[in-house]
């Protein structure tokens, strides 16, 4: 979760930058949680205390107002709407990492994954991208490798993981799509070599950064087993009381400080 929450720290300077680089620096001074960690924690205390995720969605949507919501969610959550709107967009994959660390099974993941998007994002697409990174959490943080990790990935969801990141960096260009986005950015944390890198990767892809490198940042948490200390402190240090509290009583559920 956290590993989510700083890829999206770090990335929030860099959406829509077109950066085709990865050495650029981690952390400025305009470097902030966006929507993508509001609705992640949204997503833990549900996870954590019950409820229901639409109502967790617009609590912390109305919590957070300005956090640069995607224009159709942010008219749902601002009437309170009920039904889902068919979204196709990476917002459902960018919250769910919650889900993949707290799943049991593979099973458990993908159900927990479709009820955690469908409450807005219930197009197909949505739900694909939303259950493969969940998924994909899930299979890092039960000791998988990352060819079991792409190959499960694959045959579950079709994804096709084996384009070089080099070639995909090339011709890539923003896209809020699951199905434009998600994949790239499993292949950001498959190319890896540590949760820094992966978050370097899917940045330099010059998408949309945060997200991105939130959904990597996920996967790649649980695959290097944390977030570094340095990356960590600088993140907690960026969220609110409200927000750092969630943090804390999601890892003191899994057993961690």
């Known amino acids: 979760m956290l590993g ?11 959406e829509r930058q077109s950066t085709k680089r990865k050495d650029f620096p981690l952390f400025v001074a305009q470097s902030r949680f966006t929507d993508d960690s509001v609705l992640t924690c949204a997503v833990a205390e549900r996870l954590l205390a019950g409820g229901d995720y639409t109502s967790r969605f617009h609590d912390w949507f109305h919590a957070y107002p300005m956090a640069g919501y995607g224009g159709t969610f942010l008219r749902w959550a601002l009437h309170r709407q009920t039904e889902p709107y068919g979204s196709w967009g990476n917002g459902s994959a960018m ?45 890092a943080r039960t000791g998988h490798d990352k060819e079991a990790i792409r ?23 923003f896209d809020v799509s699951c199905q434009g986005s998600v994949p790239q ?17 899917a940045i330099s892809l010059g998408g949309d950064a945060d997200t991105m490198a939130c ?3 996920g996967i790649a948490e649980a695959f290097y087993g944390g977030v570094p200390e340095p990356i960590r402190a600088e993140v907690m240090a960026r969220l609110d009381d409200r927000l750092r509290g969630v943090v804390e009583a999601f890892y003191a559920r899994l057993g961690r400080e």
């Open 4 to 14: 989510a929450i700083a890829g999206d720290v770090i990335g929030s300077v860099y």
């Open 95 to 139: 919250r769910v990492s919650p889900v993949g660390m707290l799943a049991e099974s593979v099973a458990d993941a993908c159900a927990e994954a479709e009820a955690s998007a469908a409450a807005t994002h219930n197009h197909p697409e949505g739900i694909r991208g939303a259950q493969a990174t969940a998924v994909a959490i899930h299979l």
């Open 151 to 173: 190959r499960q990935i694959q045959e579950r969801f079709g994804y096709q993981l084996d384009q070089p990141l080099a070639d995909i960096r090339e011709t890539y260009r």
């Open 185 to 201: 950015s499993i292949i950001a944390f498959l190319e890896s070599d540590s949760y820094e890198d992966a978050v370097r990767n």
């Open 215 to 217: 959904i990597a940042g």
